[in-house]
Each structure stands twice: as structure tokens, then as C-alpha cells.
């Protein structure tokens, strides 16, 4: 005990919590160099699923709402007009109708009007002529019926039930508005948006860059002249030339405390910020192949997870431990901790529960004799490649030998979808702090992101009665006994909800990391270079 306290006591004492004044008067110029963990699959948002995408190609685009940026906490009441510049709901939140801005272009020059709108979300709805190659945020929108232009500057989006929700989801860094007149293969490779900065290049497995958008419907934005993402894939070697010089800004949210300690070390100007982002490092399993298909050995698995020893090793106790909803009090939908502790695998202690699991191995044959032979595949980034380690180790404590093999981002992402593997740690991120994101999207049946195949239709109906309630307190025990049933059937084990850093050198200026998300926060627009 008083060594984790110590442990803190160093860590904070070594982040610094200086933010800058807001007397102080933003300079144009300037570019900024940010390291990148990856090399994103493509720089399609509306096609892809991960911060490695929205980090660098967000500031290309628009939404028609989003989260304040200066805003460190996601709520429906930090919600800010973009291409709309007005909302209003019907009477029982079922019609959402947008008054959009006029004399907005697209980088090319094509004026922007509700026909875009339209478009944007009858690819999300698979409506249009030349489809999506993937389609994650598909769950999101299965309450939308269809997106009616009323003129060039006026559309609605009506509901088949009502979904207060729907603004948030709207105000999400994944619901950038695209253009009709670019077909998706060409926003891949060179996306065009409405955004304070127009893309120039992506050299896959080394840089993106972006320009200053001259001609920004806001005027006097964005304050930087472009923004340089080198990619570089070694933590340690990212890290090293953000200390040398050579970068103002790490790739956010992936500087964790041991890292962090030594990067202080090393460049104690540094300003750095550790903050939950609403992202759990969880367990896939695919419930359709062996030996998984059998609820006992999930049911093993669950019991087999040493919870702290993960906050412990990974986070040196920056981490909570929770359920598939972000704990609080950053988190606004987690479940109570005496209701988590019900929970087969949470509450007891973990070696009750190793035995628990190891008699239900060797029901099935298994021992120390004849032992499990499992592939365990990650996707090749730290993040995701040092809960295997700590996996793979436990699996072992209940007769399980498996293999960690790593899988690069961009072949990550199809291999999951298409449930080509067995299982693997996981980082799940909520785009926005709200049920409907989550439960629609990981574990609602037939979801595309739902990775493991999970599907119980009884709950099915229950996402959509927590989405249709208006009553906060009510909705949120509805949220909890969701969250509790789903940690009961080991659709997607959660091991715990992180906090992890962005660090800026003193001269960046004007970002804000956000605590109940990793994908809203990359606009760019207000951020500047004190050079």
C-alpha cells in the first residue's frame, strides 16, 4: 500500500497540470510535428475504426454539430454548431431538423449544401450507388430512417422511435460529413472536406501531412499553417525524438505511467496530461469457433483474469476497474461497484477463481498433463501487445498454452471483422460517452464492430428501451442491469478502463485532451505554435 502510494505521489509530481493562459493573444504560423503510433489503414473516417484514423484526418473535416474542443469532458450540453448553425428537435425527439451554414466550400472549390448531408448518411445507412468498402458506424444510426433536405440548407433527420442520443452520436470526431461529388475509393487516399486543413499526402508507414486550409469558413482559423505526422511504430524510438527535439507533440492518449515517468525525466519542460479517454483493454473471443463456442470455457476464461495484476503492471494503478460503460466520475454510465462485484470474475478472490476455472478444464480433459494449445493474436501496437503478454501468462494458470502473435493495424481490423481468429486482447473505445454508441455498436447482433459474435435478442430490446428513455436516473438503471448481463456472458470481458498521457512541448498551445473520449479532440483549428 504505501508503495502504490508512493508510486502516485511520484507520478504526480512529475505530470505537469499547467494549462495556458487565456490572456495570452494566438499567433498564425508554424507547423506542428506530431509522432503517429501506426500507419492508419486508410484516411477514410466513415470507413475505419480506430484514433489512429481520427487523430490526424479529423482537422480535414466538418461535422454538422461537435464537442467543444476547450471542453476536457464530453456532454450534451458542450455540443457546438459546425456546418449546422442551428437545431431543434420535434416534440418526442423523433425528427432532429438542421439549419446548415451557407457559403461553405469544399476544398476543391464545390459549395457545400444538405445534398452532402444526404449523401453522408445514406452511405452510413447503405443506401447509396457506390458503397463503403467497411461500415463500422452503421449500429449507430439503425433508428434512422432517412435524411430529408428541405432546400439547399435545411435537413432533417427522421427516427423511427425517439433517440435523444442522436445529437451526441452526431457530435462525434467519426461523423464527419463527406462530399456526393467524391466517390468513397477516393477518400482513402485523398479525402476532401469543409476542415480547417486540406490533406496534402500520405506515405504509407512514414508521414501525412496537412495544409492550412486559406479559405476556412471561420474566419481567422485555423492558427497553424499545417500539421506533419512522421510515423513511427517503436515506442521507445517515438518517445527519444520527442525529448530530442524533433517533435511538439506525442501521438494522444499513448504515453503510459511507466513511460511517462522516464519521458519526464528526460525533458522535464514537457507539459503532460494523463486522462481516462473512455477506453477499456478487454478480452475478444469468437464465440463461433472452438473451443469458445462452449460457454464453459468462456465462463473459465472470465474466472482466469487477474483484473489488478493488469492495473497494477500495465498502469501502475492508473486504471479502474469496470464494466463495459467508462466508470466514473469521468464516465457517466458505469455500474455501481457493489453491482460489479457480482460478476463472476470481479468480485472473490482471484485464486478461488483460477480453481473454479480449472475444474471446469478438467471436466473437459484438460490439465497438467494435456494442456490447451490456443493462438492468441494482438493488434502490433504496445497498447495492445502488452495485455497479451499479461494474457497468454494467465491463460497458462488454467491449463491453456497459447502463442501471441502480433497482426499490423491495417490487416487488424479486417482479420477481426471477418472473425478470422480465436482470441485476443482488445482496446475498445467509446467514441462518445453514451450507451447507444456502445451497446449498438459492440454487441447489438449483426453489428459489424461486433467482433465477437455475440447476440442475445432479449437484450436487443433493451438497448433500444434505455435509448428511447428520457429519464436519466431511470435510463441508467437500465444501462447497469444491460452492462451487468453482458459481463455475465463473457461477450467481450473488460479488464480494465485506462488513463493514459499526451504530452506538448510549452509552445503548443490550446489543446485540450478529452477524459470520455479518444476521437473528438483532433479539429486542430484554436491549437497554435508560441515560436
Known sequence: MIRGWLNFVLLAALICFSWPSTAEEPKHGGTLRVFHRDSPGSASILEEASDSVTAPFMAVFNNLVLFN????????????????????????????????????RWHDGRPFTSADVKCTWDYILGR?????????????????????????????????????????????????????????????????????????EFRINESIRLARNTDYWREGRPFLDGIEWTIVTN???????????????????????????????????????????????????????????????????????????????????????????????????????????????YGGGIEANRAEARAIMAKHGYGPDNRMKLTVNARNVPAHREPGVLLVEMLRQIYIDAELVPVDTAAWFPKITR?????????????VDDPDQNFYENYACGSERNFTGYCNKELDALFDKQSAETNVEARKKLVWEIDKRIAEDVARPIILHAEQATCWRPQVKNYTPMINSSYNGFRFEDVWLDK
Open 69 to 104: 474542443q476547450d471542453e476536457p469532458r464530453n456532454t450534451v450540453d458542450h455540443i457546438e454548431p459546425e456546418l449546422a448553425t442551428s437545431w431543434e428537435w420535434n416534440a418526442d425527439k423523433s425528427a432532429l431538423t438542421f439549419t446548415l451554414r451557407q457559403g461553405v
Open 235 to 345: 515506442r521507445s524510438t517515438s518517445v527519444l525524438a520527442f525529448t530530442a527535439g524533433k517533435f511538439d507533440m506525442t501521438f494522444p492518449n499513448e504515453i503510459t505511467a511507466p513511460v511517462l515517468r522516464d519521458l519526464k525525466l528526460q525533458e522535464p519542460a514537457a507539459v503532460c496530461r494523463m486522462v481516462p479517454n473512455n477506453c477499456a483493454i478487454n478480452v475478444i473471443v469468437n464465440r463461433e469457433r472452438a473451443p469458445f463456442d462452449d460457454p464453459d470455457f468462456r465462463r473459465a476464461l472470465a474466472l482466469s483474469l487477474d483484473r489488478q495484476a493488469f492495473v497494477d503492471i500495465l498502469t501502475e494503478g492508473n486504471g479502474i476497474i469496470g464494466g463495459a460503460m467508462q466508470p466514473g466520475p469521468d464516465g457517466s454510465w458505469g455500474m455501481p461497484p457493489e453491482m460489479l462485484a457480482t460478476v463472476p470474475g
Open 419 to 431: 472473425k478470422d481468429y480465436v482470441i485476443g486482447p482488445n482496446i475498445t473505445c467509446g467514441a
Open 128 to 200: 447509396s450507388a457506390t458503397p463503403l468498402r467497411a461500415n463500422p458506424r452503421n449500429g449507430w444510426y439503425h433508428n434512422l430512417k432517412d435524411v430529408v433536405p428541405d432546400g439547399d440548407f435545411k435537413v432533417t433527420f427522421q427516427l423511427g422511435r425517439p433517440q435523444p442520443a442522436l445529437l451526441s452520436l452526431l457530435a462525434s470526431g467519426y461523423s464527419a460529413v463527406y462530399p456526393c461529388h467524391v466517390p468513397p475509393r477516393d477518400m482513402r487516399t485523398h479525402p476532401i472536406g469543409t476542415g480547417p486543413f486540406k490533406f496534402v
